[in-house]
Every structure is written in C-alpha cells, then in structure tokens.
C-alpha cells in the first residue's frame, strides 16, 4: 500500500516562497504519477501540478503556471513542489496525490492522497 506524507507548509507573506515535499512510504513511488492539488474553504479541489515517476513530463494549473514548479528526487523517494511568488489566492490545505495509470485534473481519479498540509498566504 503506498503511503503519501506532505510536509513544508506554514505561513508566509505574499511574494514569498515555500517548498512542498511528497515523501513515498509503504512502497516506492515506481511507475506512478505524482500529483499535488489544493483546497480551499468552500471550493473544489483544484489540480496544481503533477510529473510522472518514471518520466519529466510536467504538468501545471493554469493559476500556478510560471510561479510553481514540481520536481522529484528518485534517491529520496520524494517529489517537491516548488512554490514561488505566492499570494494570498494559494492559501489552501495542499494533498499529495498518486496514481498508477493516468494523470488527471480530475481529483476524484487519483487513487491514493496524502493527509494535506495548510499553506497560508498573508497580504
């Protein structure tokens, strides 16, 4: 069973940066894709990024195109997300997320999610 824990999130200013990281437990991450997706209060869960395993192909929202940037670590078993130029707009509980098949913007497809860690955007 493959097991997601996000860590990294916390309370900046606007125009701040702030690193996201995926650790993989239970099992590698393989062939999977790795994709990150956030929420706010009240809103749909929103696809940020996502790169698959075995690959570089990435892909993005189109709110975060140009700001964040999603990467992996094949050593650590990690995959990161890279947030930059941050607004009060990404305030929202961030999830990791995986799949063995496809990548989606769809969230409800994702098979497997991490417990979500909070980012806080102050004006």
């Known amino acids: 069973q493959l097991q997601l824990v996000e860590s990294g999130g916390g309370l900046v200013q606007a125009g701040c940066s702030l690193r996201l990281s995926c650790a993989a437990s239970g099992r590698t991450f393989d062939s999977h894709a790795i994709g990150w997706f956030r929420q706010s209060p009240g809103q749909e869960r929103e696809f940020v990024a996502a790169?698959?395993?075995?690959?570089?192909?990435?892909y993005y929202g189109d709110s975060v195109k140009g700001r964040f940037t999603i990467s992996r670590d094949l050593a650590k078993n990690t995959v990161y997300l890279q947030m930059n130029s941050l607004g009060p707009e990404d305030t929202a509980v961030y999830y990791c997320a995986a799949d063995s098949d496809r990548i989606t913007s769809v969230w409800k497809k994702w098979d497997y999610w991490g417990q979500g860690t909070q980012v806080t955007v102050s004006s």
């Open positions: 790169i698959r395993w075995g690959g570089e192909s990435t």
